[in-house]
């Protein structure tokens, strides 16, 4: 059985009272009256007993009691049922917890699956501010968009801050392939988080257009806010998606610059020990017409040429910076 999270009805930007979900249609019903509901993992029984109580269209109840995979507005008569998710991370694990809100004249219902945040903070903000709780239904879901938006910005600011990090960590040493794995797990949290959010666009207009009874055309710049909020998170989202996109390619790039170095320095050296090899070589092929062998001092002249092409060599590696 779910749990019933809060339901009281509301004038005049008031709490009137709080109720059972047996007595929401005869609160709703009077005029100048709103009842707001909300529902924690609600059982069928109790999406029936609010269906009764509200009429409730039976596709919306249905599509209630199904998992969607991503928000959306519908619209049954003179009442809407939108979908949201909101995000959140647990030990590193993106999750998005779904919420179906019924919303028509003298109520709104929500009903939340999920561990997500709260919904009693927005219930707090209305309740402070009763000349705007006094518009009725259509503020309250203003609120609860807004607040769903709201829950996307402090885990895109967390994927931020932690591609910032690795970021920083790939520019000071080299690319680890544990970094590659965690910037390619935060590049489809990133995706993720968009494809979550950016439907809120198509709702938040089409909030703006509808004409309903119980949304007031002065709400409509509240729900252009919402939109703005909306356009601005996937802007962000989309800017955090090329900073990891950039870390991963400034890590390739930094890898295969260390790369060179090191095979530079490799030839470098090989191309100095190559020298005396070759000298070595040329006198241990054991010809009889070699008449430096017969030389006194042969031998030390040879130790002095090749010292002195070790050192030319090493000098001129040096200059050019492959040593």
Not at 55 to 74: G, T, V, Y
Request: charged share 20%.
């Amino acid at each position: 059985m779910g749990r019933v999270v809060a339901a009281a009805v509301y004038s005049a930007g008031k709490r009137v009272a709080d109720i059972s979900l047996e007595e929401g249609s005869q609160w709703a019903s009077k005029p100048g009256h709103f009842v707001w509901i909300g529902l924690e993992q609600p059982s069928a029984e109790q999406l029936a007993i609010l269906q009764r109580q509200f009429n409730l269209h039976e596709l919306a109840i249905e599509d209630a009691l199904e998992a969607h995979s991503r928000p959306k507005l519908e619209t049954f008569g003179d009442a809407l049922f939108i979908v949201t998710y909101s995000p959140i991370r647990h030990e590193g694990q993106l999750q998005f917890i779904e919420t179906h809100i019924f919303a028509g004249t003298g109520y709104v219902i929500t009903a939340r699956n999920g561990s997500s945040a709260s919904y009693g903070l927005v219930r707090s903000r209305c309740e402070a501010r009763p000349l705007l709780l006094d518009h009725g239904e259509d503020f309250v879901l203003y609120a609860l968009l807004d607040f769903v938006t709201e829950n996307y910005q402090p885990v895109s600011e967390a994927i931020h801050d932690e591609i910032e990090e690795l970021e920083r960590s790939v520019l000071s040493g080299s690319l680890r392939e544990e970094d590659i794995r965690l910037l390619h797990s935060l590049r489809r949290d990133i995706l993720r988080l968009r494809r979550y959010v950016a439907p809120m666009v198509e709702v938040s207009e089409e909030l703006q257009r509808l004409d309903f009874p119980f949304i007031h055309k002065n709400m409509r710049p509240y729900f252009r806010d919402v939109q703005i909020h909306v356009t601005r998170q996937m802007e962000d989202l989309m800017g955090i998606r090329d900073i990891a996109s950039q870390t991963i390619e400034i890590g390739m790039l930094l890898e295969s610059s260390r790369q060179s170095i090191t095979q530079r320095k490799f030839a470098a050296w090989a191309a100095i020990l190559a020298f005396p090899t070759a000298i070595a070589g040329i006198y241990g092929m054991n010809f009889q017409n070699m008449p430096e062998l017969s030389w006194q001092y042969g031998y030390f002249i040879v130790l002095g040429v090749i010292s002195l092409g070790c050192t030319a060599l090493y000098a001129s590696f040096k200059r050019s910076g492959w040593l």
